[in-house]
């Protein structure tokens, strides 16, 4: 579909701005008109909350009307992020609806959807499992489960941007991941569709973009940003933004760890999915699940994990008091780290209600295997980023289990 260019009826005078991105700003209480023969849109002053897009509408020669968003941008850079959006087909990456130029200015809106936010006015507490989002020292466990499903959706988008670069389908233009930028539609209540919306201009002229395409992994004579150092540019924009997002949190170390590694210059998509902050309960539990039968009746990969670091959890046997009805040769001590897999095992893994009569804390709380992953990541937060390492380093299981979650967002 090629842009629609427009042509501006109404002229608006002196309006000026010192950001060369975004040049003009809608005055006061007033509203622009851009009219075709097909589509009219009203610009209106009021904008979407915490974001650079202005409220719109679409008038069609029917008569129908539509809600919108417009962006102002310089005219050239509108057309750009239009051909850019429109050769995207991802559930996560917004579809624009056209360009509206005005007569006489370098100046055009970029239309999109209709969107209920940005994603950083969407409650913390639907984004991050904590004790009281209200409260800056509360304790976090890392995203809930909603929180996790939002970020993974904005990861795969990155993912799926990078390989458009490899497929040269787009030109090598970094992500804006900056938060006023990445939007939310609600499809109900407390549910949150995700999508990203801009693109950085300033990255890659147009006339070297094939040179350094084939300058994979190398510093380009030019000075211009290789393939490389675009889909880094992406990943970390990602690891900044998720810091953004948790600002008012303190963070939990499995988001930490996250953080840190969106942040690396050596970033790599096949690390990121070994990464917990991106699991939720469930697939850490099916994480325990697939190495137990890596090594279940196989002696040899049980004395090789004899012979590795316990993961810590010996105040977590204790607390929940799993010793106490055992026979002294059946005790669990969290020697080693079949050890510490064992007691995964039973009381994450195969939890029921009646393994844990033992815990003489606040019983509400154990109640599901989520609980028994809090209790966990308060009492050693670091354990699953110490037990991927120790299994990747042991090669025995070949695929994250974040790769097969049923619905990978590509």
Not at 181 to 202: P, R
Not at 290 to 317: H, P
Not at 379 to 405: C, D, N
Request: glycine share 4%; hydrophobic share 35%; with cysteine.
């Amino acid at each position: 579909m090629a842009t629609e260019k427009k042509v501006n009826k109404l002229s608006v005078a002196n309006l000026t701005s010192d950001d060369s991105f975004y040049p003009v700003k809608v005055p006061g209480n007033s509203k622009i008109e851009i009219q075709s023969r097909v589509r009219n849109l009203t610009v209106y002053a009021s904008k979407i909350p915490g974001s650079v897009a202005y409220n719109a509408m679409l008038l069609y020669s029917e008569g129908q009307q539509e809600k919108c968003l417009a962006v102002r941008r310089r005219s050239e850079h509108a057309h750009t992020l239009y051909e850019i959006l429109r050769n995207c087909s991802h559930r996560n990456i917004i579809q624009p609806m056209g360009v509206w130029e005005e007569m006489e200015t370098n100046l055009a809106f970029i239309v999109f959807p209709c969107s209920d936010g940005v994603v950083t006015s969407i409650p913390k507490e639907a984004l991050f499992d904590v004790e009281d989002a209200t409260n800056a020292e509360s304790y976090t466990f890392g995203f809930s489960d909603q929180g996790c499903r939002i970020f993974r959706e904005i990861c795969m988008a990155v993912r799926y941007i990078n390989v458009l670069y490899d497929e040269e389908k787009i030109p090598l233009k970094a992500l804006d991941l900056d938060e006023s930028k990445i939007f939310y539609q609600s499809k109900a209540k407390g549910d949150y569709h995700v999508l990203l919306t801009d693109i950085k201009m300033e990255i890659s002229p147009t006339g070297n973009v094939r040179k350094n395409r084939r300058a994979k992994g190398k510093v380009s004579s030019t000075g211009v940003p290789t393939v490389d150092d675009v889909k880094t540019a992406n990943w970390n924009g990602l690891g900044q933004f998720l810091k953004k997002l948790h600002k008012d949190l303190k963070l939990h170390i499995e988001l930490s760890h996250l953080s840190e590694e969106l942040g690396k210059e050596s970033v790599k998509y096949e690390d990121l999915v070994w990464e917990p902050g991106l699991w939720e309960s469930s697939t850490k539990v099916q994480l325990v699940r697939d190495v137990y039968w890596c090594y279940n009746k196989n002696k040899n990969r049980i004395s090789t994990l004899k012979n590795k670091t316990a993961l810590g959890l010996k105040s977590c046997i204790d607390k929940l008091e799993v010793n106490k009805s055992r026979a002294p040769d059946k005790q669990i001590n969290d020697d080693n780290l079949y050890e510490s897999l064992f007691f995964l095992r039973v009381y994450m893994v195969a939890h029921k209600d009646d393994t844990i009569k033992g815990y003489s804390g606040t019983m509400e709380m154990m109640h599901d295997k989520k609980a028994i992953v809090r209790l966990l990541m308060i009492e050693r937060p670091e354990y699953m980023v110490t037990l991927i390492s120790a299994i990747r380093k042991l090669g025995w299981i070949r695929q994250s289990p974040f790769l097969r979650l049923d619905n990978q967002y590509m």
